[in-house]
Every structure is written in C-alpha cells, then in structure tokens.
C-alpha cells in the first residue's frame, strides 16, 4: 500500500494536467479529439443512445484521398486538458457535437445562446461543430444550417450517422489547411514558441534573438508538425518530421519536447507495425483498405491533388525508411518517459506513456519489461487524487497487469483498488462496487466460486491470500445487507479450504456460519447477482467425509425370488439370432453398474455409508437422507452426532421406494451448521461404492413366523443366521414324535395368494426310517387368500426313528456289561442291572457323561409364498425355520430269537430289552402283558406271535430303477419287511416319570401323562 499512497501526497497546479486518459494507446496520436455533450436537459439513455451512434463513425475515408480520417469521442473532457492540445494535438478538442432538446419555437434563443456559451469553452481549439435538436418541428426547424441538424424524435433521426461524416469531413478540411500552412511555414527566424501551460511564466524576459531560443521554436514546430501529418494520416510525412525535431531537440536539452517528439516517433512506427492497434480488442482498428488502382500516380511531397488536398506520399519515400524497430520503438519510449520524469507538471503526460508502453509491449508478447513500465507508473506522482480517481488508477493497472498476465499482480491492485471504495474518508462506502472489485480478483488468486474445481487433482494458489479474500467477500456480503451472499461465501470457504484452516479457526467460522443461517439459512439454489454472475450451491461434501457408499441386500426372508420359468421373459427378444454381440455388450454394460440384489416396492431399503469427521469438535449431522431417481422414492432422514475426529463411522440411510422400476442411488443429503446440502456421489472422487443402480421388483406381502417352541440359539452347521427367519430346538428320545405348530402371520399390505411348504435334511450321516419332518397344507391353502392382519397356523409332525446299534462306543460298554449282543445268551436270565456308566466316564467335562450318545438331527422348513403385483411378475419370497433334534437312545433290542409256541402257526419271539435311559421305561406290545425296566436295565420279553411267510404276503415290488446298485435295493427290501413285522407287534415303550402339559404323543392308544415312542427290533 505504500507504493500507492505514495501518489498522493503532494496536490497539483493549475498548470498539470490532472486527469489522465488511462484508455490512451499509442495510436491514438493519430486521431482527433470531438466532444459530444448535452446542453440543456437532456434524458441521459437517450443522450447515450444518440452518443453510440457518433462514436460508431469513428473512421472516414477522405474523398478523392487515399488517407483516413480516425475520431476520438468524449463526452466528458475537462478545459485544461485542452490547453495541453500544442503540446500534442491528440489532446486538443477540434470538434464539438452538443445533443438538445427544444419543445417549442419559443425556446430555440435560450437553446441556440446555450450552443454559443458551450462552444466558447473550447473556442480557442475547435476546427467546427454541429447542434443536434430534437423535439423541435416548424418554421425554424425547415431552415436549412450546415451547423444545425433539426429531428422531430430522438427515435426518427436516420441519417445522423451521414451527418457525422460530413462534419468529420470539415474538420479534415481545415486540419490539412492548417498542416500546409505549417510545413511551407517560410518565415525562418519568425516561428511562435509553442508552450506548455506551466512553461509560460518561464519564458518571460528570454532573448528571442538568441540561436538557443530559435532552435527551441524550430524543433517545437517540427514536432507539432509531426502531430498534424500523423492526424491527417500522412504517417511517412510524420516520421521525417518527429525525426528532425528529435535531432533539433536534442541540441538545445529541451527535454520535455524531446520526450514529446520521441513519443510521436514511437506511436507513429507502432501504428505501422501494428496496424489492427494495441488496444485489444475493444478499441481494435479496421486495418487500412487496400490502395485503388490509380494510386501510382504519385504528387512531388507538398502538391495539392484536384480538389486541393494533397496525397500521402508515404509510399513514394518508403515507409520503413524512418520507422522504429519494434525494439527501438520500446528504447524511445524508456527515453521519453525519462525526459517526463524531469517535470514534476508533467506526470499525466509520463503516466499515459507508460500504459501506452504497456500495451505494445503486450502485443510484443514482453511481460517483464512491460511489468517494469508498470512499476513505474505506480510511483509516478499525479498530486492529491479523489477517492474516485484512486480506484479508477487501481483497477486501470490490474487490468493492465491482466494484459501482460501478470494474474496475480492484476488481482492485487484490483483488490487495492476494492479496498479504496470502502475507505474511511468516503463519507458513504460504496460495499457493493467493493463487492464486485474482490469477486473480479478470485481468478487472480486461483479462486473460482465453483466448489468442483477444488474436487480435482492438488490445490492452486496460496490458500491464505484466498481465505482472507473469502472473509473479505464475507464482509463486504454483510454490509451490502445480503446475508444469503454471506453464507454461501463461508460455506465456500469451509468447504474448499478445510485442510488449510486451524483448529481454532474452524471453531470461529463455523461459529459464524451458525450465527448467519440462523438467520439466512443455506441452501442449493444458485444465487443470480445483479450483474448476471451465477454462485453455484456449495454442498458439504467433507462435513462429514464420506468414504464408501454400499447398497445393502435385504434380510434373506425379504428376498425376492423369481419363478425360474420366468427368469428369461423379460431378456430382449427383438433379434432372431441366438448370439448377438451387440446385445451382449450392451447388456455387459449395464451388469458393470447394476447391482446383482433387488429391492422390493414399499419394503424398507438400506444403504451404508462409512463416513468420518474432520472437525476437533462432535459433529451435528441433521437430516440427512438419500438422493435417488428412477422410481418414487421416500427418504427417511437420520440426524447423528459424530464425535471429533471421529475416524471411520458407519451410517445407515434408509428408504420406502414406492414405485418399481430401476432405482440409482445418486447422493446423500445432509443440514449441517444450518446449510443444506445435496452431495452427489459423481462429484466425490474418493468414495468407493460398488453399484448404484439396483432394480425395484413389484410389491410382495411379507409373513411372519412364531411357532409353539422357543426360539433356538444353535445355528444350523451348513447355514448362516441370515439365511433362516427363526430356529427351534428339541430334545427327543429315539422312536418319538412330537407336534410343532408354526403360525404365519400376513403383516405386509398384499394378500398372500399362494403358500407351499417343504422342507430339507441338513445333515444326513445317520440312518433314518420314516419320515423326520410331515404336514398336511390341506386346511392352510383352504384359508387363502390370507388378507394382511391375518394368520394361519400349520401343524408340523416331528418324528424321530434312528438306528443306534452301529455305535460302537455304545455297543462296546453293553459287551462290558455281561450282555450280548451277538445272540449269545445273557448271564441272567432274567435280570440284570448294568454297572452305572457314569463311573467310567467320570473325567469328562460338564456333565456330558449321560448324554455322550445323543446324536443331532437338523432340517430347514422352507415356505414359499407369493401374492400381490409381485406375483404377476413371477416374483415370490421364502421364509426358512431351521428346526434341530438331539436324539438320545431309548429302548434296545440286543438280542433276538424264536421259540416254537403250541399251535404250529404261532410262535413265541423273545426279545432282551435294554433301557438305556435314566428313567423308568415300560415297554408293550400288542396282546401282551407291559414290561416295566428301570434306568440301564436289560430284561428278556416273550411276546406270542402268528408266524409269517414273507413269500406269501403281498408286497410291494420296488422301483429297480430307484437304486444304484443291488445292496441298496436288498436293503429297500429289507426295510419293507420290517415295517410289516412292526406292524404286527406294535411295540411301544413309556417313559412315565415325564409329565409334559399338552396333547399326549402322535400314534399313542390313550392320553397318558409321559413321553411315548416306537420300538422296533428291525434294527438288530
């Protein structure tokens, strides 16, 4: 700030210029100055539309000439400035346009004195002018006047452009006449002194007669010259001209001239070299038509053409003879502004050399010494500035700067200039123009407004001249009474410059961000400045980090299945072809981004995300919840509190899709410190996610299970805890049954049209005869369709019939105990009490001893129902019961053999009975009296039978088909064989120490209190 305060410190004379033309390049050495202004009262957008259509005719074409007349337009130009106009002619007014209105001819006097008064003021200078009254029709206005053009409407005046160029065209007249008389100028010693305002008081008393004094009034007129061939588009003449005065110039140390010469030597060899002009492209220049045919008739330099006007005779010298190098042109411009430097007065005239500087070297493609003009120009003094002239010379140089790409430099004295708005001396700050200067330095300081340039690759720029810009921008929000601004800027800063703020800083900002959305809550609307600049929304993608987003399958028993017979009806059928590989490659495509999984209409969807927070303090997450399209969707929003730095978290977001269809998972919403954010997940490099399009199958009823035993802990071996919906276990003795009811409950909204049951042996090491697992459906299907809210009970027969004579741990202790098993008689014959096993095994662990025989039986009952629009597309839902039985050993047969009876068709099967149970057992049979054992008690039991011919029963022949090899089918045969010999005996053993509440055993003869079961010798 220093070097810019710096400028301001000691006022200006009378005698300096005070206002410079920051707009001025070099080739405007060539144009002539015309003034248009208002007189009268004027409405200012009809001014300024009558004003763009003069300065649009800022080029003629001379008749009969080959030369071009350019035009320069004010509208504001002060008087002393014009005094400057022998120094260099650019700068003195020659023409006058005033605009007026003039309602009546009563008025024209006052309109018509009015023009006079106004053309006095530049009087001195002006070569012609012209008054353009609108609003003014009858007699005065039918007057034809060359200087007077009469419109009824500031709308219905066509030809003002025509009327410009004929008033061009008249000043070009008298500046050729003035540029004759000054070249032929032959009276020597004779030639006046040009001055500049402040040099006046200086000359008095000078010898005139003196060689010094007469070169000085040479060289001056030379140099003026120069200025009046260069405007009257002679630019060979020109060169000559500023040549000799520099040479003349030189010899007398009349440096402020010198620089003037030197300078009109440069601007002349730029607008050769440079003919398209160095003002870009808003000041760009027509390049010159090419020459007619005829232009090789050439005039002696100084002869008048036909109609008075003499030719350039650029082309006959050769223009390249006295034009600067583009190297030279940047060396006399170093030497002429050193010469201005001389001149405190003259710092105007050495500020604008040095931005016409600038601007060939930008064309020239020299930043760094165009950056040294720069850094001159901001030292130059120009006396005590208003506030607006400080920020008009700020914002000058950052464009400037901008030019020759210095961005940073550029944004520097933009801001600076920001700054100077809203400086302590303005009575009323301007924060608005404040505003728009900072947001014109954010591509300076690599700053966009777009939070997803900061999303990409490492962060540019120097993170805390931007975070100090946002407060600025911050502030500047805020006292412009746009608290909406205010917080998108903060949120812009938290969000893009999180890794480079303090902890204590982020503390303050979001402290404040708080205290602003209280009151202006955020959003992501784009926010449309007055000036038609777009602040996109700013979503809080890093508060909290999410890290990954999965879609998560629902439970196993929400699943939806489809009918295999309908799995391939809704594939493309359109070609007839088997293989087609465009088909296939579209379809590959689409597998990359669709989820293997389906969701099911109005169930309950879930997705995880892993999320962490970056910030020292616990995070408020409010409202957060998932951003989806393809199908109806309804978010259930989740509010949670993340501690500080909090590492990986996992959240679960969830939703009710409403309609079927595909559904993609774009993003997640979130309301945080007050703003609310839309995060969508293409925006977030970093986050894993395995899928986000997942098809929505049609809307399934859903059922629920309970059953009449409690509910087991013990997990089936093959299967998970996911793939069952509920699990029971019991305990039965070998040969038992025992009822299980299950009740299905409809708790969905569509009624369940459909409902099959089967079921699934999940270990199938040991033997088994009959059925484990029966049901009869028969009673539920005829309760269908089961509407929502109601239930079905099903009874479920669980029968358990092992075969445990092939354990040989078992079979080894009977052998220890004096029993056979062989078929060799026991040591009594008629009782005997086993040794208690609980001796042998007493090292074992927990008690297990008793049960260290138990085998394990387990199977799944699956129910596959369907109902509802799901069912019409083919889709059902399966709920599995895992159902596990220990089995313990109850009633063994260890030997078998036959005595004959009395009647030759009877005879008597004895059987040695072991009961290897703790509790007392009694054993019947079929006409035969019970027989009662206690626990490990082995007795023998006769039991009187008819004999049976197993040739002359009828029996069933089995499918050979069937069976692998002839063992099995032996043992099929077998099989069938003792079931008829079961049948026969009815053997059944009672465990009456058991008293369970309820129905008494499936099969059993009479309700009895105790546990029941099947006893068959087939196994021995």
């Not at 009087?123 to 009469?150: K, M, N, P």
């Not at 029996?955 to 049948?983: F, T, V």
């Amino acid at each position: 700030m220093s070097c810019v305060q710096s400028c301001t410190s000691v006022p200006h004379s009378d005698e300096e210029m005070s206002v410079p033309d920051y707009m001025q390049c070099a080739e405007d050495h060539q144009t002539v100055l015309v003034v248009v202004q208002p007189v009268g009262i004027v409405p200012e957008d009809q001014f300024f539309r009558i004003y763009k259509r003069i300065a649009s005719v800022s080029q003629v074409s001379v008749r009969d000439s080959q030369r071009q007349l350019y035009i320069r337009y004010r509208h504001h130009y002060l008087p002393e400035n014009n005094e400057w106009g022998d120094f260099q002619t650019h700068r003195k007014v020659v023409g006058l346009i005033a605009v007026t209105t003039c309602a009546s001819a009563k008025e024209w006097p006052q309109t018509s004195e009015r023009f006079h008064g106004q053309k006095e003021v530049f009087g001195s200078t002006l070569y012609d002018s012209r008054l353009l009254v609108f609003g003014l029709q009858g007699e005065i206005a039918e007057q034809q006047r060359t200087d007077v053009a009469f419109y009824p409407a500031f709308d219905q005046c066509p030809d003002v452009e025509k009327r410009v160029e004929d008033f061009v065209e008249s000043i070009f007249i008298v500046l050729e006449s003035k540029r004759l008389d000054r070249a032929t100028d032959k009276s020597g010693d004779k030639i006046h002194l040009l001055c500049v305002p402040f040099e006046k008081k200086d000359f008095v008393g000078l010898d005139t007669d003196s060689r010094h004094y007469k070169k000085r009034c040479q060289g001056r007129m030379r140099k003026h010259v120069g200025d009046l061939c260069l405007q009257a588009g002679m630019l060979q003449d020109a060169l000559v001209h500023y040549h000799m005065a520099v040479e003349l110039l030189r010899g007398v140390n009349d440096f402020l001239w010198l620089g003037a010469a030197l300078e009109g030597l440069c601007s002349a060899s730029v607008i050769f070299h440079y003919p398209g002009g160095t003002a870009g492209k808003t000041g760009a220049r027509k390049p010159k038509q090419s020459q007619p045919a005829d232009a090789g008739k050439r005039h002696r330099p100084g002869a008048l053409s036909a109609n008075g006007i003499s030719a350039d005779t650029s082309t006959e010298i050769g223009r390249a003879k006295n034009c600067l190098s583009p190297e030279d042109i940047i060396e006399k411009y170093k030497d002429a502004i050193s010469y201005y430097g001389k001149y405190k007065n003259a710092g105007v005239i050495e500020l604008e050399a040095c931005v016409k500087a600038v601007r060939v070297l930008a064309i020239q493609k020299r930043a760094m010494e165009a950056s040294e003009f720069l850094q001159n120009a901001v030292y130059i003094n120009l006396g005590q500035l208003s506030e607006e002239e400080k920020i008009q010379r700020y914002s000058i140089l950052s464009e400037l700067y901008d030019l020759i790409g210095f961005q940073r430099k550029s944004a520097f004295f933009k801001r600076v200039a920001a700054m100077q708005c809203v400086a302590p001396t303005i009575p009323e700050p301007g924060w608005r123009a404040c505003y728009k200067l900072l947001l014109e330095t954010l591509p300076g300081y690599s700053l966009s407004l777009d939070p997803k340039d900061f999303s990409k690759g490492t962060h540019r720029g120097w993170a805390a001249v931007q975070m100090r810009l946002l407060h600025e921008l911050v502030y500047a929000s805020r006292r412009m009474g746009n608290p909406a601004l205010s917080v998108r800027h903060l949120s812009f800063l938290l969000q893009t410059m999180l890794d480079f703020v303090s902890d204590q800083e982020k503390k303050e900002v979001t402290q404040s961000l708080e205290n602003y959305t209280s009151k202006c809550p955020g959003g992501m609307e784009v926010i449309t400045l007055p000036d038609g600049l777009k602040l996109p929304p700013v979503p809080f993608t890093k508060l909290p980090i999410v890290r990954s987003v999965k879609l998560l399958d629902l439970p196993a028993s929400l699943r939806p299945h489809k009918v295999k017979g309908l799995l391939g009806q809704n594939m493309s059928t359109a070609s007839p072809f088997i293989y087609s590989p465009i088909i296939m490659h579209n379809r590959g495509e689409e597998r990359c981004k669709k989820i293997d999984f389906q969701w099911v209409q109005g169930d309950v969807c879930e997705v995880q995300l892993m999320v962490y927070n970056p910030m020292p303090f616990e995070l408020r997450v409010e409202n957060m919840g998932l951003l989806t399209s393809g199908v109806e969707f309804e978010s259930l929003p989740a509010a949670l509190s993340l501690p500080a730095e909090s590492g990986l978290y996992p959240v679960t977001l969830v939703g009710v899709p409403r309609t079927s269809g595909n559904i993609t998972v774009n993003g997640y919403h979130t309301s945080v410190f007050g703003v609310n954010s839309d995060c969508l997940l293409e925006g977030l490099t970093n986050v894993k996610t395995g899928g986000c399009l997942v098809e929505v199958v049609p809307s399934l009823p859903r059922l629920q299970l309970t059953t009449s035993l409690p509910r087991s802990v013990n997990v089936l071996a093959p299967l998970s805890k996911e793939e069952l919906s509920s699990r029971v276990s019991l305990q039965l003795f070998n040969g038992e049954t025992q009822q299980l009811t299950i009740t299905l409950e409809n708790i969905g909204t569509e009624d369940i049209q459909s409902l099959e049951l089967t079921s699934k042996m999940v270990n199938t090491k040991d033997k088994m005869y009959g059925e484990f697992l029966s049901w009869d459906l028969a009673e539920a299907g005829s309760q269908l369709p089961l509407k929502p809210g109601q239930s079905v009970a099903v009874a479920v027969g669980v029968r358990v019939k092992l075969d445990f004579s092939g354990q040989e741990s078992l079979l080894q202790e009977l052998n220890d105990d004096g029993i056979s098993v062989t078929g060799l008689p026991i040591s009594s014959p008629l009782r005997h009490v086993l040794k208690p096993r609980a001796e042998k095994s007493g090292g074992t662990e927990g008690g297990k001893t008793e049960y260290s025989h138990i085998k394990s039986l387990e199977a799944v009952l699956n129910f596959k129902y369907s109902g509802g629009p799901g069912k019409v597309e083919g889709y059902y839902r399966e709920l599995s019961l895992g159902v596990h039985v220990d089995v313990e050993p109850s009633v063994f047969f260890t030997r078998v053999s036959t005595l004959p009876a009395t009647s030759t068709r009877q005879c008597h099967l004895l059987l040695d009975v072991f009961n290897s149970t703790e509790h007392e057992v009694t054993v019947s049979a079929k006409n035969n009296q019970d027989l009662v054992l206690h626990a490990s008690e082995c007795q023998r039991m006769a039991i009187q039978v008819d004999r049976i011919d197993f040739e002359s029963l009828p029996q069933r022949e089995p499918d050979p088909q069937r069976y692998a090899s002839a063992k099995q089918l032996e043992e099929e045969r077998l099989r069938a064989q003792g079931c008829q010999i079961n049948s026969k005996l009815g053997l059944c053993w009672t465990i009456i120490s058991f008293h369970r509440p309820g129905p008494g055993p499936a099969g059993a003869a009479r309700v009895r209190s105790g546990r029941e079961g099947a006893a068959s010798p087939a196994g021995i």
